[in-house]
């Protein structure tokens, strides 16, 4: 698998870190809406509770480029318990892992045999 240094940054989907715990997915895309098309907004979760990141995607590049510039250290949430979210453009993910080699044929024998001491 590739590094995460060595994955080249997404156009349009951008990662979301320090969101308010009360944040869902239809927030998130409400808050990000106003420069541009979203197309997926989602909140990590462990259980019930959120883990205070997610993502955001948009339809084009322009919106989310946009979004990054202006959201970046945003205050979001309830005034109380607002908090400054951190907004990047998000890595690609990896490709699909290669298909596991087919296990179905016979194992070759060592060349010490592998028996019990014959």
């Known amino acids: 698998m590739a590094a995460l240094q060595e994955r080249p940054f997404s156009q349009t989907q951008l990662f979301c870190s ?3 715990w009360s944040v869902n997915g239809k927030m998130l ?3 990000f809406e106003v420069h541009g098309e979203v197309t997926d907004a989602f909140v990590a979760y462990n259980g019930r509770s959120s883990r205070g990141f997610g993502y955001v995607t948009f339809k084009g590049a322009e919106g989310a480029a946009a979004a990054v510039a202006q959201m970046n250290g945003m205050p979001l949430g309830d005034e109380d318990r607002s908090r400054e979210i951190r907004v990047e453009m998000a890595r690609e993910r990896p490709g699909p892992r290669p298909e ?3 296990r179905t ?3 070759v024998a ?4 592998g028996g019990k001491g014959e």
Do not use: A, H, I, V
Not at 110 to 113: A, H, M, P, V, Y
């Open 18 to 20: 320090n969101l308010p």
């Open 29 to 31: 895309r409400q808050f």
């Open 100 to 102: 596991p080699k087919d």
């Open 105 to 107: 044929e016979r194992p």
């Open 110 to 113: 060592r060349e010490n045999g």
